[in-house]
């Protein structure tokens, strides 16, 4: 969802984009090159000849061993940014993460904060956090790395969060975690595509550094997840599950589906319940000036922008 959006926007603005990922992309306006983070030839053909790269390539799951997330956040980064450096790139645009900045604890207006692999919550968290200091780490005057951590991005086609959303919604199996009081950020995936291509552009202001990227419309989440539920044709939630219940219920659950082996995803875990009953929403202001840049979505307009795609 996220890539295409981004691949677009650039193609909009006249440049020419070239893809690599599993799948063919179906845009007529980019070339697409078919390809994996851990298959360094695939790579070195990918990045041959451009001028700059955005890496949005990521497992991104709730669980997982350790093994697959690091190799594919962590060394799959590495590879493309070796390659790219080899090839004579001199700007790459890391997406990463807030969790990668995240404890547990509540995040209450604050700016962009040093990745802390150590304390991450998760094997996503911690992979994408020592994905970014190395990547950040790599940036030189002829080779500028910068990173953009868009905070929970949602929109039409998003099969992470509003789908998940939606689906538990309709089965009855989704809970209000705390009440659904605590308030949160998000980025609408338009807002979050314009941000990753802006650091691109302002580059010289950005490179070796972070930043988060979100709406700026912190909102509390029960109040988000029944729009996305509305948007969808879903009954919101109306059962509430207390804070310190549902963290507890999610460390048991990752255990059991850690012994089982099981390869879906689980319905809860300890990190989707401190999300869920935690405030964390930023202070903008630094990412504005640094980007130049403004959210063009609000969330009552990305709402509606959902609504109409579940209509068609």
């Known amino acids: 969802m996220l890539g295409r959006a981004v691949a677009t926007l650039l193609a909009a603005a006249g440049d020419s984009v070239r893809t690599l990922q599993r799948r063919p992309t179906g845009l007529s306006s980019v070339t697409d090159h078919a390809g994996s983070l851990t298959d ?14 955005i ?6 799951s709730f669980m997982g061993p ?19 450096r080899r090839a004579g790139v001199r700007d790459v645009v890391y997406v990463s993460s807030p ?15 040093t990745a802390e692999p150590a304390r ?16 950040l780490e790599m940036s030189t005057p002829d080779f500028r790395v910068a990173a953009v951590r868009p ?3 949602w929109g039409p086609g998003d099969t992470q969060l509003v789908e998940r959303v939606i689906a538990r919604a309709r089965a009855g199996r989704l809970p209000v975690i705390a009440g659904g009081t605590a308030l949160i950020d998000t980025t609408y995936v338009d807002n979050a595509a314009s941000a990753i291509v802006a650091c691109l552009r302002r580059i010289d202001f950005v490179q070796g550094r972070a930043v988060v990227v979100t709406n700026g419309e912190p909102r509390p989440v029960g109040e ?14 109306r059962w509430n599950v207390p804070g310190a219940l549902a963290r507890t ?19 809860m875990t300890r990190f989707l319940a401190e999300q869920l009953s935690t405030a964390h929403w930023f202070d903008q202001r630094q990412t504005r000036a640094l980007l130049d840049w403004e959210p063009a979505v609000s969330i009552e307009q990305g709402l509606q922008k959902l609504a109409d795609h579940y209509r068609r």
Do not use: M
């Open 99 to 113: 969790s990668v900045a995240h404890a547990g604890q509540p995040i209450v207006g604050l700016g962009t904060t």
């Open 66 to 84: 350790r093994s697959d997330f690091e190799a594919v956040n962590v060394e799959g980064t590495r590879n493309l940014l070796e390659e790219a």
């Open 40 to 53: 360094r030839a695939a790579l070195a053909r990918a990045v041959d000849g451009v001028d700059a790269v």
């Open 249 to 267: 219920a999610g460390s048991l659950v990752e255990r059991v589906w850690t012994v089982a082996g099981a390869a879906d995803e689980p319905p």
């Open 55 to 60: 890496h949005l390539a990521a497992k991104v």
């Open 120 to 135: 991450a919550r998760g094997e996503y968290a911690r992979s994408k956090a020592l994905a970014e200091l190395l990547a």
């Open 224 to 237: 988000l997840i029944s729009g996305i539920c509305r948007a969808g044709g879903a009954e919101p939630p």
């Open 151 to 153: 905070h929970i991005v």
